[in-house]
Structures are given as structure tokens and as C-alpha cells.
């Protein structure tokens, strides 16, 4: 009984899938929009349909995808509103039959947050693949991408660059990239204690060199930050330079950027550095 439920299964794949395919190319090439868009098949069937083979399924739609995008392209040079709709519930209905599949999140990264410009589509599918792929950086890497490149929210991309630069793999400048946009987010002390813990973990002299820099410089940070709040407390107002700290007693001097930038105080009250934290060159 069960050889035949899978010979039957393999039938349906092997001549719907296909056929799928062929009309909706067909589709594609006489109108821009897509009749097929409107009607899609609910995860839920899918999944059903296509029974122990549904990585096999998974893999047809990503494919399909591929070709579907690449037609639009080269007949129109991009897509339009409604096809990247659909090609988002073809994504999702991929990460619901097989979220192991890399190829799925490689696209929605590049169709869906980048061309489609639906980051917020994306992050979605994104997660998904985070949970399930537990060895890959690259995709909490894009999240936080996604959450510091076209959401401007820089608290939740520093999140996500942690992640990525605590799974195995991941660049070196990915920990820094964390330590930034936290420092960017207003969690100059969560990157120090991130950063630290990054150091513990890393053997390589040189990378720890790089990261002890990065660390004395958030350090410093974290130290007029809190003078400030200092000042705050006292004269109920924002001081407007570093000066003002020395003159009233708070600080005795401002601290080297070892990056060799100058620290400064910037229109909304936030300590920033000249150097950005990268070494400055010397001209």
C-alpha cells in the first residue's frame, strides 16, 4: 500500500509539476502580470501533496522561481508589485515544505529585501531559516543587514550581527560590525560586554589585537556617555561640548580616540568620534 501511495505521489510530481511550469511561462510571456498569482496553493495542501517528498517540492518552486524572475527581467528589466507578491508566496510556501533549504533565503534576501524592497517580507522568511539552520551565520547576518540597511533600526540589526558572529564561520568583521551598531544603537555598554566575550573566544593574537582597540575605544565611549548623563544630573541641561565636562569638574581630561580620531559631542547630545571608529590615515 505504501509503494503505491509513493509511486503515485512521484506520478503527480512528475507530470504537475512540470506542467505547472509550462503554463505558467506561458502566462508570463503573454501578459506582464501573472494570472497564476491569484491562484496558489495553501501551504497546508502542498505540504500534503507532496508527502516525503516535499524537499523535493521545495527545490521545484526555488527553481521555478529562478527561471519565472529571470524571464521578467529579460523581456522588462524588473518586476512589478504583484509579481514580487507572488514570488514572496512562493518563498514561504518553499521554507514551510523544506526551511533546511539555503537556496530559499539566498533569494528572498536578493528578490524580496533587495529588488522587491520588502525587508520587513523578508526578516520573516529570514527567521525561519535562522532557526532551523543553527550553523549558518550568513542568515542572521542578512537579517541584521536588513534591520540596519533599509529598516534604520540599529538596537535590533545589532542583535542579529551577534548572532551571526557567534555561529562558526563567521568573519572577523562581523563581531565588529555587532560592537558598531549597538555602539550606533545607543548600547555602548551591551557592545562591551559583547566585545569581551568575543575576546575570551579568540585565540588568534592578531584578531585579539584588533578587538582590545575596538574595546578601549567603546570603553571610552561608555565613559563620557555616563559623564554626560552626570552633567545632565546636575545642571539640567545637555552639556554642548567636552569642555564643559572638564570646566565643571566631572572629567579632568578627555580621553585619546586609539583610533587617533577626537571625541566629540554631536546636535542630539550623543558622544561620536571623528574617527568613526576606524584608523584614521595619517596624510
Known amino acids: 500500500m505504501s509503494s503505491l501511495k509513493n509511486k503515485l505521489i512521484w506520478f503527480l510530481i512528475i507530470l504537475l509539476l512540470p506542467l505547472n511550469y509550462f503554463f505558467l511561462e506561458r502566462s508570463r510571456i503573454a501578459k506582464p502580470i ?34 519565472y524572475y529571470g524571464g521578467i527581467i529579460l523581456e522588462k528589466n524588473e518586476a512589478i508589485q504583484k509579481e514580487f507578491d507572488y514570488m514572496y508566496k512562493v518563498l514561504k510556501s518553499a521554507s514551510y515544505l523544506d526551511p533546511y533549504y539555503f537556496d530559499t533565503y539566498y533569494f528572498t534576501q536578493t528578490i524580496i529585501a533587495w529588488d522587491a524592497k520588502m525587508p520587513e517580507k523578508a526578516i520573516e522568511l529570514l527567521k525561519v531559516g535562522m532557526e532551523k539552520r543553527k550553523d549558518d551565520w550568513l542568515i542572521p547576518y542578512w537579517i541584521g543587514f536588513d534591520y540596519y ?24 568583521l562581523i563581531a565588529s560590525m555587532a560592537a558598531i551598531t549597538a555602539y550606533e544603537g545607543g548600547e555602548t555598554e551591551m557592545a562591551i560586554i559583547f566585545l569581551e566575550d568575543i575576546i575570551k573566544r579568540t585565540e588568534d593574537v592578531h584578531k585579539r589585537a584588533k578587538f582590545l582597540i575596538r574595546l578601549d575605544a567603546l570603553k571610552k565611549i561608555l565613559y563620557l556617555e555616563n559623564a554626560v548623563k552626570m552633567y545632565e544630573k546636575r545642571f539640567n541641561k545637555k552639556p554642548e561640548n567636552l569642555q564643559e565636562l572638564i570646566q565643571s569638574g566631572i572629567i579632568t581630561k578627555i580621553p585619546k580616540d586609539p583610533y587617533g ?23
Open 34 to 67: 501573472l494570472k497564476e498569482e491569484k491562484i496558489f496553493l495553501p501551504e497546508p495542501f502542498l505540504k500534503i501533496f507532496s508527502g516525503e517528498f516535499k524537499g523535493l517540492v521545495a527545490d521545484f518552486l526555488v527553481i521555478n522561481l529562478s527561471s
Open 149 to 172: 540597511y533599509f529598516l534604520k533600526n540599529r538596537k535590533m540589526a545589532a542583535h542579529y550581527f551577534k548572532e551571526a558572529a557567534k555561529r562558526s564561520g563567521a568573519p572577523d
Open 261 to 283: 580620531g577626537e571625541f566629540y559631542i554631536n546636535k542630539e547630545g550623543k558622544i561620536k568620534t571623528t574617527s568613526d571608529l576606524r584608523f584614521v590615515r595619517k596624510r
